[in-house]
C-alpha cells in the first residue's frame, strides 16, 4: 500500500512539475488575484484589533491569548515556574515509577485511584520534541528579527515575558489533550483539542457548545496545515536553497519541492511514531546547531553582553523614541512569542496526546518546556544577536520601508527578517549562511512533518478514520509541498495563516471552561508521586 502511494505521488509530483515550469507564473497571479478579496477578508476579520490609546492598537486575538495566559499562570499558582523543574524529571524519566500497574490506590482518598492501562504511542522527549518541531521554524529565525528591528531591544522583555505566560497555556492544553484522547484498538491515539472540546464540554452538559467548537477547530486546523504549516515551510526553505546556491527557475523549485516531498512522504506515512522517530533525532541537532551559532556570537561580544541587556530592559518601560511608545514595543513582543510558540492555538496538544501515560497531568508539565524552550531560549538568541549585530547602527530601531524591511544606513539595502538574521551571523561567522540555510531547511521540514499530524487528526475527525481519508489526506499534503515549492501564492497563505491564529478563539473557550478538570488531573499525579515516596 505504501509502495502504491508513494508511486501515485511520484507520477502527480511529475506532472506538476512538467506543468509549473511552463505555466506556474501565470497561475500564481491569477489564483492570488481572484483569492485576494477573501484572504484580506478572512485576515482582517481575524486581526480584528481594538484601540488602546489614540495611535495604538492590538489584535483581539492577542488579548485573547495573552489574557488566558496570564488567567492559567494566576489560576494555576504559577505552575510554568513550580512546576519546572518537574518538568524536567518527568523528561529524564524519573517519574515512571508511577506509571506501572502496581500504583493502584492512594491511602490520603477516600476513593482509588481509577486503573488504567498506560496507553500511548510515543514516550515523554519523543512526544515533547514532535511538538517542539511544530513551532521552533522561520519565526525564530525571520520573525523575531523583524520584531527586535522594528520593537527595539525592549521587545525582547516582553517576548520572554509573553513565553513564560504561554507555558501555562500549554500546560493546560496538553494535559486536556490527554484527559480526553481516544484509543483505538489497536492502540492508535486520536487527541487534540477536537476531542476535549467535544468529550469535555459534554461532560459540563454543553454537548451543542461542545461539537460546534470541535468541529470549527478541525476545519480552521485543516487549512492551517496545507498552507501555514506546510506550503509556506516548503516555499520559504526553497526560497532560502535557490538563494544561497544561486539557483533560479520555477522548474528547478518544483524539482527541490519533489524531493523534500518525497522524503516528507517516508515519514508520515509511518503515522506518529515514525514522525516522532525522526522528530527526536532532528530537532535536538537543528537546535542545538542553531543555539551553537548564537552562543558563537554571544561569546564574540562578551564585553557587550552586559549593555545589550540593560538595552533589553530599560527599553522595555522607557523605549526609544519612533517605536510606538512601551505600549507598541510591549505588544511588538507579545505577538511575536505568541505567534512563535503557539501556546494557546492547541495545536500542540495533538501530538503530546499520542504520549504513553496514565496521568494526562504528566504530559501537561513536560509540555511546559515548549514554550521556554521555543521562546525564552531560541528567540531570545536571535534576539541578542540582532542586538550585537546593530551595536554601531547599521539602522535605526522602529524604522522600515513600505514592505516592513530595515534599510541599512551605509548601502540603503531592503532587509527582511531571514537575510538580516543571516549578515548577523555572517558579521563575526563567515559564510554563515550556508549552515543557516541547513537549519533553515530543517526547520521547516520538521515543521510540515508536525503539521501533517496535526493536520490529519483533524481531518479523521471530520471525514472518519477510515485507510482511505488518511490517504487522501497524505496525498493532498504532499501535493501542497510540491505547489508551495513552485509558487508564490501570497493570498492563500496568508490565508491558512490566519486560520492558524483563528484556532484560537474555539481553543480557548475551551481551555478557561475545563481548567477545573486540569486541576483535578494535576493533583491527582501529585498524589501519585508523593504516595510512592511514603
Known amino acids: 500500500m505504501k509502495l502504491k502511494l508513494l508511486q501515485l505521488f511520484t507520477f502527480l509530483g511529475l506532472l506538476t512539475a512538467s506543468f509549473s515550469s511552463h505555466a506556474t507564473e501565470g497561475i500564481d497571479e491569477k489564483i492570488n488575484k481572484s483569492f485576494a478579496p477573501i484572504a484580506n477578508s478572512w485576515e482582517a476579520f481575524v486581526f480584528t484589533s481594538v484601540s488602546i490609546t489614540s495611535t495604538q492598537t492590538v489584535p483581539i486575538v492577542?488579548?485573547?491569548?495573552?489574557?488566558?495566559?496570564?488567567?492559567?499562570?494566576?489560576?494555576?499558582?504559577?505552575?510554568?515556574?513550580?512546576?519546572?523543574?518537574?518538568?524536567?524529571?518527568?523528561?529524564?524519566?524519573?517519574?515512571?515509577?508511577?506509571?506501572?500497574?502496581?500504583?493502584?490506590?492512594?491511602?490520603?482518598?477516600?476513593?482509588?485511584?481509577?486503573?488504567?492501562?498506560?496507553?500511548?504511542?510515543?514516550?515523554?522527549?519523543q512526544a515533547l520534541t514532535a511538538a517542539v518541531s511544530g513551532t521552533v521554524g522561520l519565526g525564530n529565525i525571520a520573525g523575531v528579527a523583524v520584531a527586535i528591528a522594528v520593537g527595539g531591544p525592549g521587545a525582547t522583555f516582553w517576548l520572554i515575558v509573553a513565553g513564560l505566560l504561554g507555558m501555562s497555556s500549554k500546560f493546560v492544553e496538553c494535559t486536556l489533550g490527554v484527559k480526553y484522547r481516544d484509543v483505538d484498538k489497536d492502540g492508535t491515539i486520536h487527541g487534540g483539542p477536537m476531542y476535549y472540546l467535544s468529550k469535555g464540554l459534554k461532560e459540563l452538559k454543553m454537548s451543542f457548545l461542545g461539537k460546534i467548537l470541535a468541529v470549527t477547530f478541525a476545519v480552521l486546523c485543516v487549512g492551517a496545515s496545507f498552507g501555514g504549516g506546510n506550503a509556506f515551510q516548503a516555499n520559504q526553505a526553497v526560497a532560502q536553497l535557490t538563494s544561497t546556491f544561486g539557483l533560479e527557475g520555477s522548474f528547478i523549485k518544483t524539482i527541490l519541492g519533489l524531493i523534500i516531498a518525497a522524503i516528507v512522504a517516508i515519514v508520515i506515512l509511518g503515522g506518529i511514531k515514525r514522525i516522532a522517530v525522526w522528530t527526536e533525532r532532528i530537532v535536538p541537532f537543528m537546535a542545538g546547531l542553531y543555539m551553537l551559532a548564537c552562543l558563537i556570537i554571544i561569546g564574540a561580544h562578551f564585553s557587550y553582553i552586559g549593555q545589550a541587556f540593560y538595552l533589553?530592559?530599560?527599553?522595555?518601560?522607557?523605549?526609544?523614541?519612533?517605536?510606538?511608545?512601551?505600549?507598541?514595543?510591549?505588544?511588538?513582543?507579545?505577538?511575536?512569542?505568541?505567534?512563535?510558540?503557539?501556546?494557546?492555538?492547541?495545536?500542540?496538544?495533538?501530538?503530546?496526546?499520542?504520549?504513553?501515560?496514565?496521568?494526562?497531568?504528566?504530559?501537561?508539565?513536560?509540555?511546559?518546556?515548549?514554550?521556554?524552550?521555543?521562546?525564552?531560549?531560541?528567540?531570545?538568541?536571535?534576539?541578542?544577536?540582532?542586538?550585537?549585530?546593530?551595536?554601531?547602527?547599521?539602522?535605526?530601531?522602529?524604522?522600515?520601508?513600505?514592505?516592513?524591511?530595515?534599510?541599512?544606513?551605509?548601502?540603503?539595502?531592503?532587509?527582511?527578517?531571514?537575510?538580516?538574521?543571516?549578515?548577523?551571523?555572517?558579521?563575526?561567522?563567515?559564510?554563515?549562511?550556508?549552515?543557516?540555510?541547513?537549519?533553515?531547511?530543517?526547520?521547516?521540514?520538521?515543521?510540515?512533518?508536525?503539521?501533517?499530524?496535526?493536520?490529519?487528526?483533524?481531518?479523521?475527525?471530520?471525514?472518519?478514520?477510515?485507510?482511505?481519508?488518511?490517504?487522501?489526506?497524505?496525498?493532498?499534503?504532499?501535493?501542497?509541498?510540491?505547489?508551495?515549492?513552485?509558487?508564490?501564492?501570497?493570498?492563500?497563505?496568508?490565508?491558512?495563516?490566519?486560520?492558524?491564529?483563528?484556532?484560537?478563539?474555539?481553543?480557548?473557550?475551551?481551555?478557561?471552561?475545563?481548567?477545573?478538570?486540569?486541576?483535578?488531573?494535576?493533583?491527582?499525579?501529585?498524589?501519585?508521586i508523593k504516595d510512592r515516596f511514603k
Open 62 to 125: 492577542l488579548i485573547v491569548l495573552i489574557g488566558g495566559a496570564m488567567f492559567f499562570t494566576l489560576y494555576f499558582s504559577f505552575v510554568n515556574i513550580r512546576r519546572f523543574p518537574m518538568a524536567i524529571k518527568v523528561v529524564q524519566g524519573k517519574y515512571d515509577f508511577v506509571e506501572g500497574n502496581d500504583n493502584l490506590k492512594s491511602s490520603n482518598t477516600a476513593t482509588p485511584v481509577e486503573e488504567e492501562k498506560r496507553d500511548g504511542e510515543v514516550s515523554h522527549f
Open 312 to 528: 533589553i530592559f530599560s527599553e522595555a518601560f522607557t523605549p526609544t523614541a519612533g517605536l510606538g511608545g512601551f505600549l507598541g514595543v510591549l505588544i511588538t513582543g507579545f505577538r511575536r512569542a505568541a505567534f512563535s510558540n503557539e501556546a494557546g492555538v492547541g495545536s500542540a496538544s495533538i501530538a503530546h496526546s499520542a504520549v504513553k501515560t496514565r496521568y494526562p497531568a504528566s504530559e501537561g508539565v513536560v509540555s511546559l518546556l515548549e514554550p521556554f524552550i521555543d521562546t525564552v531560549v531560541i528567540c531570545t538568541m536571535t534576539a541578542l544577536v540582532i542586538i550585537f549585530y546593530n551595536r554601531d547602527g547599521l539602522f535605526d530601531y522602529g524604522m522600515t520601508d513600505a514592505a516592513g524591511n530595515v534599510v541599512l544606513k551605509a548601502t540603503g539595502q531592503s532587509v527582511g527578517g531571514v537575510d538580516l538574521t543571516t549578515l548577523a551571523f555572517d558579521a563575526v561567522i563567515p559564510h554563515f549562511s550556508y549552515v543557516l540555510t541547513v537549519a533553515i531547511v530543517l526547520f521547516a521540514f520538521s515543521t510540515m512533518l508536525s503539521w501533517s499530524y496535526y493536520g490529519l487528526q483533524a481531518w479523521k475527525y471530520l471525514f472518519g478514520k477510515s485507510k482511505m481519508m488518511d490517504t487522501a489526506y497524505k496525498i493532498i499534503f504532499l501535493l501542497f509541498i510540491i505547489i508551495g515549492a513552485a509558487a508564490t501564492l501570497d493570498s492563500v497563505v496568508k490565508f491558512s495563516d490566519a486560520m492558524i491564529l483563528a484556532m484560537v478563539f474555539p481553543n480557548m473557550i475551551g481551555l478557561v471552561l475545563l481548567s477545573p478538570k486540569v486541576k483535578e488531573e494535576m493533583a491527582r499525579y501529585i498524589l501519585a
